[in-house]
């Protein structure tokens, strides 16, 4: 089993196309207070002994290093050795919408990232619990199966986002329905659906599905995302906003959070409605709707020992960096000679 333990840092990365562009801009920089001073050949024969060539190789082995550095720090880690783990817990999956409408931004960052992040604090809080996850737009599919992993399933949260579905639309019934089959065919109340949308069912019978569910010993919670006021949608092209979504008569879409068909939901499910705020998404309360259920006893396989594998990272970051220090700015007069790399003698 492959993690990475501080996945956070892989952030960092982005750091280096910045400093690429930022080296080339200093060249240019460079190449510009020189002709300033006259003639380029000329005033380039004042300083004959400048390597830009061995400028070059420095900057890519620091940038080398620099991008091995974060790799190590984010920290691989490959699962040593696996185990069979007696749990007592209940089983849970959690509806996700990836529809549209959940990139208004009436919620920080936008609707489906703060619910992103509310599942990733859940997951720190569970014990012993399984957990697996559904997406659903205009159609449903299991996205995560039913598992005690919760590393796993955070790397899984990580790959969600509005696009993963084609078909646009919210069938929350349907959501609820391939939740309810993909618990099995163990009986016992030990088992939930947490549906985290914004209500804006156009597709199926969420109330029917959610009958269907507590037939069969399944209690169904909401969170509701969004404000009842509404938000537009923005739409992306490159990761830069381009305007607000609209519709054949070209009037701005605005979605808006459906409460009372998700408190229906909720109160046929027998489970609790939250409407979710900035400040609070409801984790509390979804907790203790979990806690309520019967617990099972039940065997699973799992890693219980991770190898830190950030040393191979590490180590040749720091060879390159050695090897960086020793390479001076000043030509070398068998490499002027040989013209190696184009360099003016």
Do not use: C
Not at 28 to 56: C, H, Y
Not at 114 to 130: F, H, M, P, V
Not at 325 to 335: A, E, G, Q, T, V
Request: net charge neutral.
């Amino acid at each position: 089993m492959f993690r990475l333990e501080n996945i956070r840092y892989l952030y960092a990365l982005t750091a280096i196309p910045v400093l690429i562009l930022l080296f080339i801009w200093m060249k240019q920089w460079r190449k510009k207070a020189i002709r300033s001073l006259g003639d380029f050949e000329t005033v380039s024969q004042l300083i004959p002994d400048v390597s830009t060539s061995k400028m070059n190789i420095k900057f890519i082995l620091l940038l080398l290093a620099l991008t091995l550095v974060i790799v190590g720090i984010v920290d691989p880690q490959i699962g040593s050795k696996l185990q069979e783990a007696k749990r007592n817990g209940a089983d849970v999956i959690i509806a996700l919408d990836v529809s549209n409408s959940m990139k208004a931004e009436d919620l920080s960052p936008n609707r489906l990232g703060r619910a992103k992040q509310a599942i990733s604090k859940l997951l720190d809080k569970l014990e012993g619990d399984r957990i697996g996850i559904v997406v659903f737009a205009g159609e449903a599919f299991v996205q995560l199966p039913i598992t005690t992993d919760y590393a796993a399933a955070k790397l899984f949260l990580e790959t969600i986002d509005t696009d993963i579905i084609p078909i646009q639309g919210t069938a929350i019934g349907t959501a609820i329905r391939l939740s309810t089959e993909s618990f099995g065919h163990d009986v016992g109340k030990n088992k939930s659906i947490i549906v985290i949308t914004d209500g804006e069912n156009f597709e199926d019978d969420a109330i029917k599905a959610t009958q269907e569910a507590v037939e069969k010993g399944i209690s169904v919670n909401t969170i509701g995302m969004g404000s009842s006021s509404g938000s537009p949608i923005p739409l992306y092209k490159n990761g830069m906003p381009v305007g607000y979504k609209k519709d054949k008569d070209g009037n701005t879409v605005v979605t808006k959070l459906n409460e009372e068909m998700l408190q229906q939901i909720s109160s046929v499910g027998n489970g609790a409605y939250i409407h979710a705020s900035n400040s609070e998404i409801g984790l509390t309360t979804i907790l203790d709707e979990i806690n309520k259920l019967e617990k099972k006893n039940f065997e699973s396989k799992m890693y219980s020992d991770y190898d830190d594998k950030y040393y191979f990272f590490l180590f040749p970051a720091l060879l390159l960096m050695l090897a960086e220090l020793f390479i001076n700015d000043r030509k070398s007069k068998w490499i002027a000679q040989l013209n190696l790399f184009g360099e003016k003698k």
